[in-house]
């Protein structure tokens, strides 16, 4: 046997091996640190200093202790938060990605308008992508795609497609699904529209895009029947309503509530106008009653659309109450009058469209139930400032300047909320919006007391300042404030349905 002070000396040995040996296995390395940031996730409400371990494209640690790791980002005096998701952003092309990178975005969906071929768009990106994508099915497209004096147009432009279509193609597209937009759908033609719904879904779509105050021919029993077939599969349906107002919100929250479909109502802001406030109570109320209907706002009194659309149709000044004067040529930047409307309502193109007061904003953005998104254009030089300023601008002058609401409210309108409405369709969005161990490694690091949108109504669109780092599933497309040249680690967002 051993002698008591034989044994002591064992036992001191074997706790000095142990305690060596703890300090190497903490200090196991990461392929990117992020070292001393202020983390804060929604979820969880974590709001501390923290070390962030990741490896591929997975959040593996996060600790008070240090972290060793091939790439390490002094995060210190920054925010380091889920990666931002727009629900709403029209610029699904990687020159439009640039400037929703440098705001922070890491995921960018279209969900409002839709695609008519949910497998074309997804393959058309898929590997080419600076942030992740995904897409509704468009109701509006599809519905003249089952009109038989359409289809051959419609097939004619879809087989000029090519593997990756260009603008041109996609202009061609646009136009020969449009025809339909003011003729009503047979309900013998129910059937058909469905049927493409459903392969829509089939092919990765995130839902139903609805906005039909783009194609007037829809009528109420066709809405009403569309969110009937969403109730049934449980797909959410995103909404542009058919006119500003209240009656219009009234409409799709009635079929919500009748069929049970799940239900987004974008731009609340652009929907109401002065109306507002009575929208985000009804809003807020069908909530309390139960009824799965959530909403967005973007921080911006003006909106923007195509001039040859149903929204200028005769009546449009009474309707949104301005006239040729707050309509702003988007290639230009002039301001319209009568001859230059009829004009450019003729040659087709796109305005933006001065009719929102700074109030109405603000109470959009306070309510704790709406959410951000952009309703960002796709890339042109003078496109809407929204399309490269809308989450800087949010977190800079109403969360940090304002003061409208706490930095974590901000965060989770940008984050977990949009993560939340999306996961019971996709159950990729679980991952996301949040900064977790296990979560998806996107994630932005911004100054608080920087961070600010430049884009303006009167120039070119620019980057905004204070986002210093964006990684989209663990690869850097924004590093030091500025865009990295080649990284493409985007990946498709898809709804629960998808077949291969």
Request: charged letters at 20%; glycine letters at 10%.
């Amino acid at each position: 046997m051993c002698s008591q002070p034989i044994r002591s000396a064992l036992v001191l040995a074997f706790v000095a091996t142990i305690l060596w040996a703890l300090p190497v296995h903490a200090q196991e390395s990461y392929d990117v640190v992020i070292r001393g940031g202020r983390v804060m996730d929604p979820e969880t409400g974590l709001d501390g200093i923290r070390n962030i371990g990741i490896r591929g494209q997975t959040i593996v640690a996060i600790s008070e202790a240090a972290l060793d790791g091939e790439i390490v980002v002094d995060a210190a005096g920054l925010v380091v938060a889920p990666g931002f998701i727009d629900l709403h952003a029209h610029g699904q092309s990687n020159d439009a990605n640039r400037y929703q990178a440098r705001d922070g975005v890491t995921t960018a969906l279209e969900l409002e308008s839709g695609v008519p071929d949910a497998r074309l768009y997804l393959q058309g990106r898929q590997g080419d992508a600076i942030l992740n994508f995904g897409a509704t099915i468009a109701h509006g497209m599809v519905r003249t795609a089952v009109m038989p004096e359409y289809v051959p147009d419609v097939e004619a432009a879809m087989d000029a497609l090519g593997p990756v279509p260009t603008d041109e193609q996609l202009g061609a597209l646009g136009r020969a699904m449009s025809q339909g937009d003011y003729e009503e759908l047979p309900k013998s033609l129910y059937p058909q529209l469905f049927e493409r719904l459903k392969a829509g879904m089939d092919a990765g779509a995130l839902g139903i895009g609805v906005p039909h105050q783009y194609y007037p021919g829809a009528n109420r029993d066709e809405i009403y029947r569309v969110f009937e077939f969403a109730g049934e599969e449980q797909f959410t349906i995103y909404t542009h309503v058919r006119s500003m107002g209240i009656d219009a919100i009234q409409e799709v929250v009635a079929n919500a509530t009748a069929t049970r479909a799940p239900l987004h109502i974008v731009h609340l802001n652009s929907s109401s106008l002065w109306d507002i406030e009575t929208n985000l109570d009804l809003i807020r109320g069908a909530q309390e009653a139960g009824v799965d209907v959530t909403t967005e706002v973007y921080p911006y009194t003006a909106a923007s659309t195509s001039l040859e659309s149903a929204i200028f149709d005769d009546g449009w000044q009474e309707r949104l109450q301005i006239s040729y004067g707050d309509l702003q040529w988007q290639d230009t930047g002039e301001r319209l009058t009568e001859e230059t409307f009829r004009s450019y309502r003729d040659e087709g193109g796109v305005v933006i469209i001065h009719m929102m007061k700074p109030e109405w904003i603000e109470m959009g953005i306070q309510a704790p139930h709406a959410m951000v998104a952009s309703d960002g254009m796709p890339y042109a030089p003078g496109a809407h400032p929204r399309s490269a300023g809308t989450f800087s601008r949010f977190l800079g002058r109403y969360v940090r300047d304002d003061g409208a609401l706490s930095l974590m409210d901000g965060l989770r309108k940008v984050t977990l909320m949009p993560a939340q409405r999306l996961e019971t369709t996709s159950p990729q969005m679980k991952r996301k919006g949040r900064i977790q161990i296990g979560s998806d490694a996107d994630v932005t690091i911004f100054d608080p007391a920087r961070i600010i949108d430049t884009a303006t109504f009167e120039d070119d669109l620019s980057f905004s300042i204070g986002v210093e780092f964006v990684l989209v599933n663990g690869t850097f497309v924004v590093r030091d404030g500025e865009n990295v040249d080649g990284a493409r680690p985007g990946v498709p967002i898809v709804g629960r349905r998808i077949v291969f």
